[in-house]
């Protein structure tokens, strides 16, 4: 088969593979796993596992490397420290100690089957340790997981694993050498990682500044892509001819960047390469997968999938449970990490390449690996019924959190529903106390919860994001919902809550920018409040007032782009002390409610042609006290209550036409 279609036949399968994956709303992974099995040496044998698309997989996990490089932060690791070196730190020491003791205990059982000395004992034992980030991340994204008890900590142990990979790219190649020189070459790879790590991060972040800056003041895309390639690859070459592996280089040049203002753009640069090529990887890693050792071999692989399930899941629910949390969320941290991840199959292969794994032991390895992946959505998707049945006290403390928020909200009433409660939160509520308005935050994070409630704010623990929470919050008695977070996933599952069941409390949204605009209106919001905007009509009004133009116009240009942005703030309603020249004819709100013999009575709303004189329905409040879409055709009820944008005498005209025809 020529290059051209070999490369057309990875694509199609890779295609395929993740069409079918999403369809199934599975992780696009698992499509090029499923490709590369099915396209490889060992089931149809259109593909042979071609040394071109290896070092094409090499490059994904380089690229990989990178990625994780240009997440890395010292403050996020400050702000997690407790899960990352705590739980995360104790439970990568003791997953590996009890692989390690695993792998050597199967040898001694299988007798001299397999040659396992200690070297691959801990090379298997690193290979165990890993999590997948990429499917438990994405499914915890989507189910609004991630700020919760369990999300946190599941959280904190993938970020120290994938530290962990770092001095286990460093090891591992050393473990492969002869027993007498092992020692030696071990201090070498050490001394030389320290050496080089050290020269780089010491001098490197002034200089990958200085020359980043240089390249993006040419001003050309294509110039500024071509050098994070050089970079990139560079690095990792570099690390290489030290005698380590490429994605060690790869990983500092991902810190050297992250340490500069260029972070986000290259992120988003680097984003297809590492997507497309790290599909490519694991494309390979299927090639290598033969299915014929599932029927073979099956209660090998069987012991190799349940034993280390069952073995990471036990311990990081002992860790979890011995520092402070409940069972349940033990439980559900340790159902969410107990499979394999993209790095163990980094190390395993990096393990084969220097002879440190069995042939024998090499596919059924691999196979339990991918099956374990192939489990993990099952596992998060069951997560909660597993936990019910398997720890009765979980629902005891669902059911008193559920009391005590429903006991900080029982004698409030009309109150303002502020869903999270970080900073945005928090201005928010120090508004409503000054206009003596109600309100009760729902938020996630333990500390500021103590703290805040200390202080005497009204903010319970609670996740908003579940319906027991915003029930016992008091939703159906809410005048409104402020959701002041930025997770999609999160705010859309507030919106589908209080829209079947509690549909006239309107919600304010706060997001990033315009692009789930339409999919949150869509979903029940309100109104949307994008960041980007807010901040562009603050700048504006700043650079205008400083270039002298007078503060009135200033103001009256901000509300005018804020009035062709927002329905709710269209206008303002009209008070003894606005009575001045300048504010008599400015678009404005009125509140017109429809009394007994009104002319609107009966008729459809879109029958009185407001629009005609100038006036737009901006919200209809039902004569029950619900709040309705003011949809044309809805017909209009004594006691309903209509809010009208417009000016003064737009205003009087439609006030007329509703009440006397």
């Known amino acids: 088969m020529s290059s051209l279609a070999l490369t057309l036949l990875y694509l199609l399968a890779a295609v395929l593979g993740v069409v079918v994956c999403r369809s199934l709303k599975l992780p696009p992974m698992l499509g090029y796993l499923a490709a590369g099995i099915l396209i490889g040496p060992h089931a149809l044998a259109l593909a042979?596992?071609?040394?071109?698309?290896?070092?094409?997989?090499?490059?994904?996990v380089v690229f990989l490397m990178f990625a994780i490089g240009l997440e890395f932060s010292l403050s996020k690791l400050r702000?997690?420290?407790?899960?990352?070196?705590?739980?995360?730190?104790?439970?990568?020491?003791?997953?590996?100690?009890?692989?390690?003791?695993?792998?050597?205990?199967?040898?001694?059982?299988?007798?001299?089957?397999?040659?396992?000395?200690?070297?691959?004992?801990?090379?298997?034992?690193?290979?165990?340790?890993?999590?997948?980030?990429?499917?438990v991340v994405k499914l915890m994204a989507e189910r609004a997981e991630l700020e919760s008890e369990h999300g946190r900590r599941v959280l904190g142990i993938l970020l120290f694993q994938d530290l962990a990979v770092v001095p286990l790219l460093v090891l591992i190649p050393a473990l492969g050498s002869s027993p007498e020189r092992l020692m030696v070459e071990m201090g070498l790879a050490l001394l030389k990682a320290t050496v080089l790590v050290g020269v780089l991060l010491a001098g490197g972040q002034h200089v990958m500044r200085w020359w980043l800056t240089l390249v993006a003041r040419r001003k050309s895309e294509e110039l500024f892509m071509l050098n994070l390639l050089l970079i990139t690859l560079g690095l990792a070459w570099l690390t290489e001819?030290?005698?380590?592996?490429?994605?060690?280089?790869?990983?500092?040049?991902?810190?050297?960047?992250?340490?500069?203002?260029?972070?986000?753009?290259?992120?988003?640069?680097i984003r297809p390469f590492h997507d497309v090529l790290?599909?490519?990887?694991?494309?390979?890693?299927?090639?290598?997968?033969?299915?014929?050792?599932?029927?073979?071999?099956?209660?090998?692989?069987?012991?190799?999938?349940?034993?280390?399930?069952?073995?990471?899941?036990?311990?990081?629910?002992?860790?979890?449970?011995?520092?402070?949390?409940?069972?349940?969320?033990?439980?559900?941290?340790?159902?969410?990490?107990?499979?394999?991840?993209?790095?163990?199959?980094?190390?395993?292969?990096?393990?084969?390449?220097?002879?440190?794994?069995?042939?024998?032991?090499?596919?059924?390895?691999?196979?339990?690996?991918?099956?374990?992946?192939?489990?993990?959505?099952?596992?998060?998707?069951?997560?909660?019924?597993?936990v019910m049945k398997l720890v009765a006290s979980d629902w005891l403390q669902q059911s008193l959190q559920m009391t005590t928020i429903a006991r900080t909200s029982i004698n409030t009433d009309?109150?303002?529903?502020?869903?999270?409660?970080?900073?945005?939160?928090?201005?928010?509520?120090?508004?409503?106390?000054?206009?003596?308005?109600?309100?009760?935050?729902l938020d996630l994070d333990p500390d500021r919860v103590r703290q805040a409630a200390a202080a005497g704010d009204s903010v319970v623990y609670g996740d908003a994001t579940r319906l027991q929470a915003l029930v016992a919050a008091g939703l159906a008695r809410a005048s409104a919902v402020a959701v002041t977070y930025l997770d999609i996933p999160a705010t859309l599952k507030v919106l589908a809550h209080t829209s079947s069941h509690a549909a006239h409390v309107p919600v304010v949204v706060r997001t990033q920018d315009d692009q789930y605009l339409d999919r949150l209106q869509a979903a029940g919001a309100t109104e949307v409040v994008p960041e980007?905007?807010?901040?562009?009509?603050?700048?504006?009004?700043?650079?205008?007032?400083?270039?002298?133009?007078?503060?009135?116009?200033?103001?009256?240009?901000?509300?005018?782009?804020?009035?062709?942005?927002?329905?709710?703030?269209?206008?303002y309603f009209h008070g003894a002390d606005d009575d001045?020249?300048?504010?008599?004819?400015?678009?404005?709100?009125?509140?017109?409610?429809?009394?007994?013999?009104?002319?609107?009575?009966?008729?459809?709303?879109?029958?009185?042609?407001?629009?005609?004189?100038?006036?737009?329905?901006?919200?209809?409040?039902?004569?029950?006290?619900?709040?309705?879409?003011?949809?044309?055709?809805?017909?209009?009820?004594?006691?309903?209550?209509?809010?009208?944008?417009?000016?003064?005498?737009?205003?009087?005209?439609?006030?007329?036409?509703?009440?006397?025809?």
Not at 241 to 260: D, H, K, M
Not at 283 to 291: E, F, N, Q, Y
Not at 543 to 570: S, W
């Open 48 to 60: 042979q596992d071609s040394e071109g698309v290896r070092h094409l997989g090499e490059f994904g």
């Open 79 to 135: 702000a997690m420290r407790r899960y990352v070196f705590g739980l995360g730190l104790m439970q990568v020491a003791l997953t590996m100690a009890l692989g390690m003791a695993g792998m050597l205990l199967l040898a001694r059982w299988v007798g001299g089957v397999w040659n396992i000395g200690w070297q691959t004992a801990l090379a298997l034992g690193g290979t165990l340790v890993m999590s997948s980030t990429a499917i």
């Open 241 to 269: 001819q030290a005698g380590l592996s490429l994605a060690l280089g790869a990983f500092i040049a991902g810190v050297l960047v992250s340490e500069t203002e260029y972070r986000h753009q290259v992120g988003t640069d």
């Open 278 to 386: 790290l599909g490519l990887f694991f494309v390979t890693v299927g090639m290598m997968l033969d299915w014929h050792i599932l029927l073979e071999r099956w209660a090998l692989v069987l012991g190799l999938l349940v034993v280390p399930l069952l073995l990471k899941m036990g311990v990081i629910l002992a860790l979890a449970r011995g520092m402070g949390a409940t069972t349940g969320v033990s439980l559900r941290t340790g159902l969410y990490l107990a499979q394999a991840g993209e790095f163990g199959f980094v190390l395993l292969s990096l393990t084969q390449e220097h002879g440190l794994v069995p042939a024998a032991l090499m596919n059924p390895i691999l196979a339990a690996m991918v099956l374990s992946m192939l489990a993990t959505p099952f596992l998060i998707l069951h997560s909660n019924r597993i």
């Open 414 to 441: 009309r109150h303002v529903l502020i869903c999270g409660y970080g900073r945005c939160g928090q201005n928010l509520a120090r508004m409503l106390e000054r206009e003596n308005i109600p309100y009760l935050a």
């Open 532 to 571: 980007a905007i807010e901040g562009s009509l603050m700048l504006a009004s700043h650079a205008m007032a400083l270039v002298g133009v007078p503060m009135r116009r200033v103001l009256r240009r901000v509300q005018e782009q804020r009035d062709a942005r927002y329905n709710l703030l269209r206008g």
């Open 580 to 661: 001045t020249a300048s504010e008599r004819d400015q678009e404005r709100l009125a509140s017109i409610t429809l009394p007994p013999g009104s002319a609107a009575l009966g008729r459809p709303l879109g029958e009185m042609a407001l629009h005609a004189v100038g006036a737009q329905v901006v919200s209809l409040r039902r004569g029950t006290g619900r709040m309705s879409a003011a949809d044309p055709g809805t017909p209009l009820a004594e006691g309903d209550t209509l809010v009208v944008s417009g000016h003064p005498t737009a205003l009087a005209l439609a006030e007329d036409r509703l009440l006397r025809g």
